[in-house]
């Protein structure tokens, strides 16, 4: 094989979300660059995300939106490459965008726009974009120079921004090389974990699940995250769709990223809504009705059938001591479920866990105990919510490395 010596100052590896962003600022900023990917194509989850339409930002942005082994390791590098600065590089590329939900920010065209305008940063900073490169050793020589061995030839450079994301998504090209080369250069890995998933249930849930399958409704679900001074609560209200296997949607998500193996997880099916005090309201208003009608009256048709057939007697409200109709309250307002997984990598948006950020500077991304090697994106035990903050993280880790190299 034959070694190309290429003399970079900072060899990128992969080209997603953040290691484009780190390769496009440390290319304009003088820096000779090398991006070298396994996929034929940059930016290929971009490409998928957001409905295809890449949620590319959330305009509420802050390190609360983040889960992560150190709470405040993300305020620098969001602090100084903010949702504004990734706003004002897509307007000066003239791509028409929209806010959706609160905050969230989405291409009005396609998710290609966002790769498009990726590539023309790095096309303009001279990187040297090596795609269909697979790479085959990692090393660190005597003289600290890294050496990155790929089966078209070995490339070197002083600087080494480890950019390959998580495990989530395998048909994509994803891997676990950044964990594999954080252990080898002797930096932790918090065990990483499909988030951002659908959760799964075992036979005995499924059976009444699976005619519920469709079914949408807007739940609130607390979640809890941290120990000590950094346990949190935060409450996640949103949209729950039934699957075939289990539940999804919007809030589940956002659970999920939260959820550990063994947990239940306490549904709040009326959010915002005294439940108590409306199965008592509607006992008073319509004393003749059933508890299907009553269950009617607050849930989708085909749920209020199973909670009624789970939880109330036959017969009139008239007839159905108080205690009986806010037990039922109880239950809309703490639907206690366990999940019994989630459904893995295959679906997951983001994978939690990665390089433990306690070896990391937050300012600049690098290892503390090895010069000119970065780590960002995904890769990092930095997870955000649903809703434009994985990229945000991906944009503002990425920039933080690129401006340092
Ligand atoms: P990313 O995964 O983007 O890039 C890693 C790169 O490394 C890839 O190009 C890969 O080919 C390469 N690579 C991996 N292993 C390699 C190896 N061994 N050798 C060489 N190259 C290798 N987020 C958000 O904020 N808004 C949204 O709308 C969405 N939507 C969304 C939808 C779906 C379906 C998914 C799966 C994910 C999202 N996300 C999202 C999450 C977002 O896509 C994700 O957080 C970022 O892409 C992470 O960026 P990274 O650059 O860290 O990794």
Redesign the pocket.
């Known amino acids: 094989m034959k070694a190309q010596t290429a003399g970079c100052d900072a060899i990128v ?9 780190a390769a496009a600022t440390a290319g304009q900023a003088g820096r000779r660059v090398m991006v ?4 034929p ?6 490409l ?4 295809g ?6 305009m509420d942005m802050g390190a609360s939106q983040f889960l992560s082994g150190n709470p405040h390791f993300a305020k620098s590098a969001l602090a100084r490459y903010t949702a504004a600065d990734f706003l004002a590089l897509v307007q000066r590329h003239r791509i028409p965008w929209h806010e959706k939900a609160a905050g ?1 920010l ?1 291409c009005d065209r396609s ?1 290609r726009d966002i790769v498009d305008m990726l590539l023309r940063e790095c096309a303009a900073a001279q990187v040297d974009m090596r795609l269909s ?3 085959i050793d990692v090393a660190r020589d005597g003289g600290g120079e890294y050496r990155v061995e790929t089966d078209q030839g070995v490339f070197r450079a002083r600087n080494l921004i480890v ?4 495990l ?2 395998p048909k ?7 964990h594999d080369l954080a252990r080898r250069f002797g930096l932790r890995v918090v065990a990483p974990a499909p988030a ?1 998933v659908p959760l799964t249930f075992g036979a005995q849930d499924r059976e009444w699940m699976e005619p519920l399958a469709g079914l949408s409704v807007n739940v609130g679900i607390a979640c809890r995250s941290g120990t000590g001074r950094h346990a949190r609560e935060v409450i996640f209200r949103d949209g729950m769709v039934f699957t075939h296997r289990g539940l999804s949607g919007p809030a589940i998500l956002q659970a999920s990223s939260y959820w550990q193996p063994g947990q239940a997880l306490d549904i709040d099916l009326l959010p915002g809504v005294e439940a108590g005090r409306r199965v008592l309201d509607i006992k008073r208003d319509r004393p003749r009705a059933g508890g299907l009608a009553m269950l009617s009256m607050l849930l989708p048709q085909r749920l209020a059938q199973v909670f009624a057939q789970a939880y109330l007697p036959e017969g009139q409200l008239a007839g159905m001591p108080d205690a009986v109709l806010t037990a039922v309250a109880h239950q809309l307002g703490a639907w206690r479920l366990n999940p019994h997984g989630t459904e893995g990598y295959v679906k ?3 994978t939690r866990g990665g390089v433990d950020t306690d070896g990391l500077s937050s300012r600049d991304m690098e290892a503390r105990d090895v010069p000119g090697l970065f780590m ?5 035990d930095v997870t ?1 919510w ?9 944009w503002s ?2 920039h933080a490395a690129g401006q340092a190299v």
């Open positions: 590896l992969g080209a997603g979300a953040a290691g484009l962003m070298v990917d396994h996929a194509h940059a930016g290929r989850k971009i998928i995300s957001g409905g339409r890449c949620n590319f930002t959330n969230q989405f998710a490169h697979r790479i950019a390959t994301g998580g989530s998504i994509l090209g994803a891997t676990g090389l950044a951002l997951a948006e983001v960002v994106g995904e890769a990092v955000g649903l809703g434009g903050y994985n990229f945000q993280w991906a880790s990425g």
